[in-house]
């Protein structure tokens, strides 16, 4: 028995030095070219707060940890950015339809506001992503002047998602070909 258990003990542990050397790709780039920041105004303040609870999972830029560097870590981390990123990336954000860009302002700013973002799960280590609320104020407040210059360039019907069968029905799920132009 104690055999078995010592050739298990080594098993995993060779299992875990082996899956070290498997590593997802980084998330990290420096194409700006459809970046928000290109053609909406960033006040600092908000800017700041992106970079802190934000940016990590919903841009091309994440920050990593130390122990991103850890597997199993690495791609849970991985797996949580690119989940992050299927829902809102400001660094492609201008490359979506209007509609969508609009969308996605709304859902920031409900997300904010019900305080579902920043998840839990990231700030549990990230204590400075916490939003005290006045943060949660110029981050909504940010998200509504992107919906009001989007009302003030474009016509309205550019601006409503069109949903499948008419105007009842949930809306599209969120993908590349829908959401680009």
């Known amino acids: 028995m104690k055999k078995a258990l010592r050739i298990a003990g080594l098993v995993i542990l060779a299992a875990l030095v082996v899956i070290q050397f498997i590593r997802p790709e980084r998330n990290l780039s420096n194409d ?23 940016n990590d999972c919903h841009s091309n830029n994440t920050e990593y940890p130390w122990y991103a560097n850890l597997q199993p870590v690495a791609w849970f981390l991985d797996d949580h950015v690119q989940e992050g990123k299927r829902h809102l990336n400001f660094s492609t954000f201008t490359s979506m339809k209007v509609a969508v860009q609009n969308h996605k302002m709304e859902e920031v700013i409900e997300q904010v506001k019900e305080g579902e ?32 210059n989007l009302h003030a360039n474009y016509p309205a019907d550019s601006l409503v998602l069109r949903r499948p069968g008419g105007a009842g029905g949930p809306p599209p799920p969120p993908s590349e070909e829908n959401e680009r132009d």
């Open 32 to 54: 700006q070219t459809y970046a928000l920041e290109k053609t909406y105004p960033v006040p600092a303040d908000v800017k700041l707060i992106l970079k802190t609870a934000c």
């Open 117 to 148: 973002m920043p998840l839990e799960s990231y700030t549990i280590i990230h204590r400075d992503a916490i939003l005290t609320q006045d943060q949660q104020v110029a981050l909504t407040s940010w998200a509504e002047s992107i919906m009001d």
